[in-house]
């Protein structure tokens, strides 16, 4: 029997637009940091970016800030994923959704969630702006749940009989958690470490709220700086070339070594209730984590409140996000809420598609390359993509369609991610009846596998429709003052001086903390993700 073309086609189109939109931006990207200048060999600007003593700081900061933050986060959230691994309790549930919060929230609530903590005019009366403690403890609150999820998340399957055979032999419990509960945790542990050290190398806006001194420029900062402020693109390009280099590299040690660091075990429930001193062990670990990683939240939540020489809460900050600006460049609420949510319907209706020819492509047309493939936009920066489309298709910087592109190129794998096992967990007999019927696998599409994918379709377009409402770095390069989002418009603000600026900033932080919430809320209720 011939094969149908149907998933042929689907195949073709994804890989059509995974080129167009991801290999050539980032081919003509390496074509212009390699391209030879005028009197000099090819190379020669690549090669002058690379020793250049400001930009071997840059990388040489960059790099030690992600391995910092990266030990520091492992170091607070290991802990605390043994612990949730290990016992049950009375609002476990809530507490894990919980700390899983501030990773699906902005990178710009984060970064100004910080400031109304630890900033010029926190909370705690403590001035950490432009340090290197402020982008440690923000990379910590932004990446805790990885480590915690996990890492606790392997651990829930692993059958507690080693531990107990271990307990049996003698062993303190001590002695049960280091050399029996940490080994079996190691490949999570470093899965989860290196996917940490990925986004803190390529933290952006976290970098660029916090600590804009250029003593605190990371790579991707720089890259922004080099396009945006001094149009130098032969250097942005030769460093978006490193950066990419760098990312490549670690993905392919990350799939390398959590191969060999694989561990067969009996899945089982290894959960009990704490006793003794586990109690205080327990309360005390969740205490500090809970403060550190809801502190910034609730800080936002609070000064967005605030009003200069006003000891009472007032809504004066949410008042002037509802005056229509006449300055050129400021946008005001309205127009702000209105291009995130347009952007964020077109991206993530993109994405949708995009994602489902993938994941059809791989599930039903047996292209298992691209199940790999779908996976190359997460080891792409956003600044790096979005200077990409700035060489590539000058045409789409500034205009409506360049932001939903490079968003939807962004999200489509958290969307093929999330179908593939819901399309992989149907029934085969299903689809082999209809055939039987006469139904062709057009028609077995559309009236059997698509029904049956909608609950997996709904979480998805949470997923997407969140990464585009609170993704900062692509946006604020290819974006025009007219189109700005609501990242853009917070950090336009804090860019600004004045105090009713910096007070109309947090309200932005809380409208934009509210809608992310309220999405991924009707993720939790729809169902979870496989990704």
Not at 186 to 199: E, G, I, Q, W
Not at 270 to 291: D, E, K, Q
Not at 487 to 504: C, H
Request: net charge positive.
């Amino acid at each position: 029997m011939r094969p149908s073309p149907t998933p042929r086609l689907a195949g073709a189109i994804a890989t059509l637009f995974l080129a167009a939109f991801l290999a050539v931006p980032l081919a003509v990207i390496l074509a212009r940091s390699l391209a030879p200048s005028a009197g000099e060999p090819f190379g020669a600007g690549f090669l002058a970016a690379l020793t250049d003593p400001y930009y071997l700081g840059r990388l040489g900061f960059t790099l030690g800030q992600a391995l910092l933050s990266t030990a520091l986060t492992v170091v607070v959230g290991l802990p605390t994923a043994l612990l949730l691994a290990r016992y049950r309790f009375r609002g476990k549930r809530v507490l894990t959704a919980a700390f899983t919060v501030p990773f699906v929230m902005p990178t710009v609530v984060a970064g100004i969630g910080f400031l109304a903590l630890v900033g010029p005019r926190g909370v705690l009366g403590v001035d950490l702006r432009n340090t290197l403690a402020i982008v440690l403890l923000a990379h910590v609150f932004y990446n805790f749940a990885v480590v915690a999820r996990t890492v606790s998340g392997f651990l829930e399957g692993v059958a507690p009989r080693l531990e107990a055979a271990a307990a049996t032999l003698g062993a303190t419990p001590w002695r049960v958690v280091a050399r029996v509960t940490l080994p079996l945790a190691l490949p999570a542990t470093f899965a989860s470490a290196l996917l940490v050290f990925l986004f803190c190398f390529t933290s952006f806006g976290v970098v660029l709220i916090l600590a804009p001194a250029p003593a605190f420029a990371t790579l991707e900062v720089e890259i922004y700086r080099l396009t945006a402020r001094l149009l130098a693109l032969d250097a942005a390009a030769a460093l978006a070339l490193v950066q990419l280099i760098l990312m490549v590299a670690v993905g392919f040690i990350y799939t390398r070594l959590q191969e060999r660091l694989a561990v067969s075990v009996v899945p089982g429930d290894a959960t009990r209730a704490p006793r003794g001193s586990a109690h205080l062990l327990l309360g005390g670990t969740l205490l500090v984590t809970s403060a550190l990683v809801l502190a910034p939240l609730l800080a936002l939540s609070v000064q967005s409140f605030g009003s200069p020489g006003s000891p009472w809460p007032t809504a004066r900050n949410y008042l002037g996000l509802l005056t229509q600006s006449h300055t050129v460049g400021f946008t005001d609420l309205w127009h702000a809420l209105r291009n995130s949510l347009g952007f964020a319907f077109s991206s993530a209706a993109l994405a949708l598609v995009v994602g489902f020819l993938f994941a059809y492509a791989i599930a039903r047309g047996g292209w298992r390359w691209l199940d790999q493939a779908s996976l190359l936009p997460l080891a792409t920066s956003p600044i790096t993509l979005a200077f990409g489309y700035l060489l590539a298709y000058p045409a789409l910087v500034g205009s409506v369609w360049g932001v939903p592109l490079a968003h939807a190129l962004l999200a489509f794998p958290f969307v093929t991610r999330t179908l593939l096992p819901a399309y992989r967990a149907q029934p085969p007999a299903l689809a082999a009846a209809a055939s039987t019927l006469g139904a062709g696998q057009l028609r077995v599409l559309l009236r059997v596998e698509l029904p049956l994918l909608r609950p997996a379709f709904l979480t998805a377009a949470a997923f997407a429709f969140a990464v585009s409402m609170g993704e900062f770095g692509a946006t604020l390069l290819l974006v025009r003052p007219e189109f700005a989002t609501l990242p853009v418009a917070i950090f336009d603000r804090l860019g600004r001086p004045g105090a009713s600026n910096y007070g109309e900033a947090l309200a932005l932080g809380v409208v934009l903390m509210a809608l992310t919430a309220a999405v991924m809320l009707v993720l939790q209720r729809r169902g979870r993700s496989e990704f």
